[in-house]
């Protein structure tokens, strides 16, 4: 494939019985190391090129602040920066695919897309959407529990369609801020969102909603991925550690529907 990341042939890489069970038990599901690290290495690569052409595109984009924290709308993203006003350092960026080639590859990789035809449950899927999380070390801030679901639902009318896929290109641990789950909760659907008076805590999960000390830290090396559901409650913790922890998430749907941000289709895979 382009940009050194490989394809995978002709293998199935369909997710099994148990694997489904587990997915639908809890609504994440976790495959480990399923990227080498030389493909890593590229996507890492891909990362800070992506990360320096959202910085220069945020120059000239519009700027505007929700709850104290910066945002730009630029060439088609948003991108989101870390907590504080004077702050320069990227949080987010969505989509990110259109910054580097190497993110149109890994959006049609088997690897990838086999499970999720399963996931959304049709043979031909489109990308919805995809963001570049960025938590540096000792400054990539946390992620409130929140589902996916009420940031989509005025866009889209299948957002039970909408699986995401998260790939990790760092080790993703508890201390430099692993993706953590709430196991079940996505069964419920929507859930309500808080109401603290905030611009974006609509968007947040209402803590009476779910149990937090049954989270699960979704750890797992670089490399591995990340399945899970629109509707489950999830969330991060800070990076307190000295490690990167970077991850592209991307979001699928059924065939032939446009993109979230973009005027445009994505169909994905072959």
């Not at 000239?60 to 004077?86: C, K, M």
């Not at 910054?99 to 449950?121: K, Q, S």
Request: hydrophobic share 40%; net charge neutral; glycine share 10%.
């Amino acid at each position: 494939m382009a940009g050194g990341v490989r394809g995978a042939g002709a293998m199935n890489h369909d997710l099994s019985p148990e694997e489904l069970r587990r997915y639908d038990a809890d609504g994440f599901l976790v495959r480990r190391a399923v990227f080498g690290a030389a493909e890593v290495a590229t996507l890492r690569d891909a990362a800070e090129c992506t990360v320096a052409m959202a910085g220069r595109a945020a120059r000239a984009g519009r700027a505007y602040v929700l709850d104290g924290n910066r945002f730009v709308d630029a060439v088609g993203s948003t991108i989101q920066f870390e907590h504080g006003p004077d702050t320069a350092t990227i949080r987010v960026i969505e989509p990110a695919h259109p910054f580097d080639p190497r993110w149109e590859a890994l959006i049609d990789d088997a690897r990838i897309v086999d499970p999720i035809r399963t996931l959304v449950g049709t043979p031909a899927v489109a990308l919805w959407t995809d963001k570049l999380n960025l938590k540096r070390p000792r400054e990539g801030s946390g992620f409130r529990w929140h589902q996916d679901s009420p940031y989509w639902i005025h866009d889209c009318a299948h957002v039970d369609q909408l699986p995401n896929v998260m790939v990790l290109l760092d080790d993703a641990t508890a201390d430099n801020g692993a993706l953590r789950m709430i196991p079940g909760s996505h069964r419920r659907g929507r859930l309500p969102g808080t109401d603290d008076g905030s611009q974006l805590g609509g968007f947040f999960t209402d803590p009476a909603c779910f149990d937090e000390s049954t989270a699960v830290c979704a750890a797992a090396p670089a490399g591995s991925l990340v399945f899970f559901s629109p509707h489950v409650v999830h969330g991060s913790l800070p990076n307190r550690s000295d490690q990167p922890r970077r991850a592209l998430i991307m979001t699928y749907q059924p065939a032939g529907q446009r993109l979230l941000k973009l005027p445009r289709v994505r169909n994905a895979g072959s």
